[in-house]
């Protein structure tokens, strides 16, 4: 199986940036995803990492070291409508390209 | 507009009962999940299916049921054999199989009373 963490709250004042870690442990490493979800919603795609590096999506960014277990999501010129959850989730080729999740990390943004 | 849908957004139940939860895509997706999400936990696979007429168990199959007669839907049946049905169930579709992005409908909260 896979053991995802994440921290789970993390506080952050409109127009900073904030930095999102994400660790895993995972036999089949095919990929992870980054979700944001808010309150009572659907999570919603934000990125994708297969390779080592940074995927840069706007004011988003997400980067993998495979060798590392390591992600972390960048959101940069934060604004308040930011705060939500954001949920790391790795998918195991050896588990039929099952995903699995972290318990997700609540960012709140503060004027 | 092209999505997926998931009815009701809330549902009670007594305690005993069964209950059938609604997913629905028009994206003509291949394959369809359910997934529980609890405070504290990240989301739990409990069935998934790659293709009509087929599925097969996640993590958390026990006490929970589904059928897929038609690529569109995918509903997931609560059973009485589920110890602790209160929570926050999501479906999402991808488009061929597991190799590919999924992505999630609203859901729907249930509360068993």
């Known amino acids: 199986g896979q053991n995802i963490d994440q921290p789970t709250e993390m506080t952050a004042t409109e127009g900073a940036i904030v930095q999102i870690n994400c660790t895993y442990q995972t036999s089949g490493f095919n990929g992870l995803f980054w979700y944001q979800q808010h309150a009572g919603e659907a999570p919603t795609f934000l990125s994708y990492n297969v390779l080592d590096g940074l995927e840069e999506k706007g004011r988003f960014s997400s980067f993998l070291s495979r060798s590392k277990g390591y992600s972390y999501l960048l959101l940069k010129e934060l604004q308040m409508k930011d705060s939500a959850s954001y949920l790391c989730a790795v998918r195991d080729l050896t588990g039929n390209y099952k995903l699995s999740f972290g318990a997700g990390t609540t960012v709140t943004v503060r004027a | 507009d092209g999505g997926i849908t998931q009815s009701p957004k809330y549902l009670f139940r007594k305690e005993g009962q069964n209950v059938t939860l609604s997913c629905e895509q028009n994206l003509n997706h291949d394959a369809m999940y359910w997934y529980r999400q609890d405070p504290g936990q990240g989301l739990r696979l409990i069935y998934y299916s790659q293709i009509v007429n087929d599925f097969q168990k996640g993590d958390i199959a026990e006490g929970y049921s589904v059928s897929r007669e038609k690529k569109e839907s995918f509903p997931l049946t609560v059973t009485s054999a589920q110890k602790n049905p209160t929570a926050f169930y999501l479906c999402?579709?991808?488009?061929?199989?597991?190799?590919?992005?999924?992505?999630f409908g609203p859901g729907t909260r249930l509360t068993v009373l």
């Open positions: 999402a579709s991808s488009p061929r199989d597991g190799t590919d992005t999924q992505y």
